[in-house]
């Protein structure tokens, strides 16, 4: 182990490690299955390539110019803003997709993963419900649910795991 030994805190009997906090991270261990991690995989890469909304950007903003007076809200900026769910997880579920190499394995999850999924989720759900938006929801999507309710499961609870930061995507 890092760090010195000292005695243990909060009334725990045994030792205690001092880890270095550049280097570890706590997260929610959490098992998926590897077509759920694909699947998620396969709504990134379905809801990147779809048209932006930012190709109706020139039509958004003089519609926003009429509403709220010219230059109250930039249609450019809202795309930009759109597309940060996606940025979000991308590389989380890249490092997931590296990471499991059998048909069940272990994800780590950051404090807060399930919640950005979950905007991802609900962000490519809207998209596909809007009748002027040409992105279709890929026909594993049900796969990309189930690991959302497993990440919501899993990270609904107070124990977390201390891991090394190599082992977790990049924040």
Request: aromatic fraction near 8%.
């Amino acid at each position: 182990m890092l760090g010195n030994s000292e005695p243990g805190e909060q009334g725990v009997e045994g030792k205690s490690y001092a880890l270095p906090k550049e280097t570890h991270d706590f997260v929610y261990p959490v098992a998926v299955r590897r077509e759920e991690v694909a699947a998620f995989a396969e709504l990134l890469a379905a809801e990147a390539d779809a048209p932006p909304m930012a190709d109706a950007s020139g039509d958004l903003q003089s519609v926003f110019d009429g509403l709220v007076g010219e230059g109250g809200i930039d249609a450019d900026e809202l795309a930009d803003q759109m597309s940060q769910p996606r940025e979000a997880i991308e590389p989380m579920i890249e490092t997931w997709t590296e990471t499991i190499d059998r048909d069940i394995g272990v994800v780590y999850a950051r404090v807060g993963a399930y919640e950005n999924l979950l905007a991802f989720v609900k962000f490519c759900k809207q998209r596909d419900e809007d009748d002027d938006d040409p992105f279709d929801l890929p026909e594993t999507f049900p796969d990309a649910a189930a690991l959302l309710k497993r990440l919501e499961e899993g990270t609904d609870t107070q124990y977390r795991a201390l891991v090394h930061t190599d082992l977790l995507p990049d924040e």
